[in-house]
């Protein structure tokens, strides 16, 4: 996970697998807190790779900052101790998906349910936001800027897959991924807001090569220790079910905000909140529940 300046004090994890996100058995995820870590994999969908070359340099001090050039961090939860919990929200949108909405037929791949009632009730959360979903819900985009409460995250430019067997997703060239990635941080930036350099690969498909690839850009990498699979349900029950079984403090829930892909999100997340409540856990952003 992270590592940053905004991360102090954070205590290395166990490792552990991933099954649920397509992590192979022979690839370990480390869950790290204050150097650079090894491998873990997992990823969702395609896209055409960018073209700029935007500097890899982040302005200094944003949560999830860390040394360029390193290895980076790649975390799933925070400190056991306390009682703040992390609600993440994927932004997918892929070549694919964008041609969905361009023919009709998907009405939206951006829930705005999720956004009203996250704002109504004052909940923090952290978006992680890919450059197509950025670029097609640019309004959306520039809502969740102004929040204080919500911080802003990377999750590729258009949602390829960093390893092979990723979810069927198509596979970025290995040569474009740092660019990828790069390229997705200028993008968002533009809207201001709570930035940050936490990136979440696809699918949480990750091997050595990919880290190698995203040193140069001082990230922490973050999957997560609760994993919904709202995209997969077909109700609102298993994923509640999913999340009040496994959270604990310190956990980073992934969830998505993607509508067409996860119908079932806005349902699920009153019984969440209320179940969390219940558990006496207390959402935070991600930058908070990392530091502890």
Known sequence: MRLPSAVPGLLAAAAVLLAACGVEADEPVFVAASTTSA??????????????????????????????????PVVDHGPRTGNLVALTFDADMTDRMLAQLDKGSVTSYANVRIIEMLERDQVPATFFLTGKWVQRYPELT???????????A??????????AGCYDLPRIPSAAMTEDVAKTFKIIERY???????????????DRAALRAMAPLGLTVVDGDVVSGDPFATS????????????KPGSVVILHVTEANARFTD???PHILRGLA???LQPATLSEVLAG
């Open 267 to 269: 349902e699920a997340l």
């Open 236 to 247: 609102w029950k298993p994923i509640v079910n999913a999340v009040l079984k496994k959270v």
């Open 154 to 163: 990377n999750h590729t430019f258009g949602h390829q897959a960093f390893t």
């Open 39 to 72: 491998a873990a994999p997992a990823t969702t969908a395609p896209s055409a790779p960018p073209s700029a070359s935007p500097s890899p340099t982040a302005p200094p001090g944003r949560p999830g900052q860390t040394k360029p050039g390193l290895l980076p």
């Open 278 to 280: 219940e558990r006496g």
């Open 142 to 152: 520039a809502r969740l800027a102004g929040n204080p409460r919500f911080e802003l």
């Open 192 to 206: 201001g807001g709570r930035q940050t350099r936490y990136f979440r690969f696809p699918g949480l498909c990750h």
